[in-house]
């Protein structure tokens, strides 16, 4: 059995992050995907949105704090869930997609959170190249006679053990 959604859309708000008395971080965000329907007796093609709530846990809300704003394009993989509430006496059924991995699409100029806060490139440096050195030419030995392998004989598959 199989579980799984795979959604590219935009974030449709800031996402809404919080943290549970144990400390773990949750992230809720409502991503839109569009999709494109071509009318083929009208010749025309309208756009068709669909809105999903996103929950992110522990690392992911993290990333979506610190990185994700309204307008950011991700792509989002993880599993369908349902809740139930109650409101006001009404019982209430949602659906929501519990996200196993989280990816920022788009260039890094396109997110409204990389002109918030600025990235800066970690410093990287090449590491020294080793000198290189010949390797030693291989000795030619003369090879070693190995045993013949004993030979087992066939058996009659009438005549089995078993």
């Known amino acids: 059995m199989a579980n799984k959604v795979i959604l590219v859309g ?3 708000a800031d996402p809404e992050v919080r943290a549970l008395e144990t400390g773990v971080k949750v992230a809720r965000i409502r ?3 569009t999709e494109r329907i071509f009318n083929r007796q009208t010749n025309e ?23 994700v704003r309204k307008g950011t394009q991700l792509y989002i993989e993880g599993r369908l869930r349902n809740r139930e509430w109650e409101k006001d006496g009404v019982r ?17 100029s396109d997110n409204p959170a990389s002109q918030q806060t600025p990235y800066q490139q970690p410093a ?6 080793p000198q ?3 390797p ?24 089995l053990p078993f």
């Open 132 to 134: 290189y050195q010949q």
């Open 124 to 129: 990287y440096q090449q590491p020294a190249q």
């Open 45 to 67: 093609a309208t756009d068709h949105t669909e809105w999903h709530n996103i929950t992110l846990w522990r690392g992911l809300a993290d990333v979506a704090d610190k990185y």
């Open 31 to 33: 991503l839109a995907t």
């Open 92 to 108: 209430h059924l949602g659906y929501e997609v519990v996200a196993d991995e989280m990816t920022l699409l788009g260039r890094r």
């Open 10 to 12: 935009n974030v449709g």
């Open 136 to 159: 030693a030419q291989p000795q030619y030995q003369q090879p070693v006679p190995q045993p013949a392998q004993p030979t087992i004989p066939a058996q009659d598959p009438d005549d």
